[in-house]
């Protein structure tokens, strides 16, 4: 690969600014009032964002009336895709009754039922407003189960922007406090590297007696981005078990998308706590804590009585929105029995079975990879033979995965994909949804191979065939 600055003289760039004037004149009007111009991080893009004005299924459209096959999914909650029509009904339904009620209601029971129905480690359920909340929950119930103040992390796993998870996901890979979050709080995260177990085990030899909790992504990093071998998933659960360290389950992403009880069903491993969100509330904000029933009891005044503890407090405006629970009860009741998740997997095992036909067609010396209905675009900026990769991606390790992230490649390939029609999360890649059809298929296939010639031309990458 050559590469050059992406956005100097490039015609990909040219091409996506001519096509989008509308995004270009919001985003300059953004950038006088929000940072940036964006509300998200990953949102942020040069030369702009797209601005979408509206969405269906697997299609959104921008201000400037293009239409887009949708890879970014609401960051991964939309499962069914966008406005589904029975969760569009739902919400309509609850509108009408009033938004927020200030106190408890029948759908808040009827959500966590569900969720304790089809995620096998919960036991009790105790809703948040969004998944970083959850993981900042699930770390005070640890702490406060173990009285223990450490937690293990492992490096480039995200678990929502708090400040114990502010740092060693995507940079800070050595432990030291991000800007802004106090050196005295890192210092009592632990983070180990997921590419070597004998790592994991000192780790745990060294600090198990003071480690309140293990936290992971169960399928890697970034919905398995940088893949986890399901033999460090169980060596974990193994070894906190008989530490007694809470084994926490990221399934922000996973749950209710790898399978109808998230990854611990599919990996056959129970972890203590499980954080949920996104899929959980079916597009609109919400997230959960569940699992084991002494643990989430914690939160009872009564139960900590009788244990002789302190109870742990926890308030939230927004916890269990009523408008956010129809969502979520119409969601899961259309998940529960597994047809829909079987379909996006089976489409995108297809995806990427094509693309990487399109990647051996070009010449280009790249690897399309994933689980489930995840699909990854390694851009390979090192020039490293793949093969042993394309069968075991894991082989690839999360510094070479976490350093690619910058590389011209990536963006411009996100922006020639724009231009042709398909609009991808920033991994590069997306998670398909059961909204996906042929026709979105065959779109995004030619829209990459056309893009990866817009990248050739402008000798972004190389042809090696």
Do not use: C
Request: avoid cysteine.
């Amino acid at each position: 690969m050559t590469g050059a600055p992406p956005f100097t003289n490039s015609p990909i760039v040219a091409r996506y600014v001519d096509r989008t004037p509308g995004s270009a004149a919001l985003h300059a009007r953004a950038e006088r009032v929000l940072p940036a111009g964006v509300t998200h991080d990953s949102r942020l893009m040069q030369p702009h964002q797209l601005a979408v004005t509206h969405a269906k299924g697997a299609r959104k459209w921008d201000v400037d009336g293009n239409e887009y096959v949708d890879y970014v999914g609401g960051h991964g909650a939309l499962m069914l895709g966008h406005a589904h029509p029975d969760v569009m009904a739902a919400v309509a339904e609850q509108l009408a009754r009033g938004t927020h009620y200030g106190a408890n209601h029948e759908l808040e029971v009827i959500w966590a039922e569900l969720v304790v129905e089809m995620v096998p480690s919960a036991e009790m359920v105790r809703f948040t407003s969004s998944g970083t909340e959850a993981t900042l929950m699930a770390l005070r119930l640890a702490r406060a189960a173990t009285g223990r103040p450490l937690i293990l992390r492992f490096k480039g796993h995200f678990h929502g922007w708090h400040d114990h998870m502010a740092f060693g996901f995507q940079d800070h890979f050595d432990g030291t406090a991000s800007t802004g979050v106090l050196p005295e709080l890192a210092s009592n995260v632990v983070l180990v590297d997921p590419d070597e177990p004998d790592e994991l085990l000192a780790a745990l030899e060294t600090h198990g007696h003071r480690l309140a909790a293990a936290i992971l992504e169960p399928t890697g990093a970034s919905y398995g981005q940088v893949p986890m071998p399901a033999s460090t998933v169980t060596l974990l659960r193994e070894e906190t078990a008989k530490r007694g360290i809470v084994l926490i389950f990221d399934e922000v992403v996973t749950g209710f998308r790898v399978a109808r009880g998230g990854a611990q069903e599919a990996l056959g491993i129970r972890p203590d706590l499980t954080t949920l969100a996104k899929i959980l509330a079916g597009g609109l904000p919400g997230g959960a804590v569940a699992g084991r029933r002494d643990l989430l009891e914690l939160l009872d005044p009564k139960a900590a009585r009788g244990r002789g503890v302190e109870k742990v407090n926890h308030q939230g405006t927004y916890n269990a929105n009523p408008v956010s629970a129809a969502a979520g009860i119409a969601t899961l009741e259309l998940l529960r029995d597994g047809s829909a998740i079987a379909k996006a997997h089976d489409y995108a095992a297809t995806l990427r079975r094509r693309l990487n036909e399109v990647v051996k067609a070009a010449g280009v010396n790249w690897l399309v990879y994933g689980q489930h209905t995840g699909w990854h675009v390694f851009v390979n900026p090192e020039g490293l033979d793949l093969t042993a990769a394309a069968a075991a991606p894991e082989t690839l390790g999360y510094r070479r995965i976490k350093a690619a992230k910058g590389h011209p490649a990536i963006e411009q390939l996100r922006l020639a994909m724009r231009r042709h029609g398909v609009d991808i999360a920033p991994w590069p890649g997306g998670p398909a949804s059961a909204a996906h059809d042929e026709s979105d298929l065959e779109r995004t296939v030619q829209a990459f191979a056309s893009s990866l010639e817009d990248l050739k031309a402008e000798r972004v990458v190389d042809a090696h065939a």
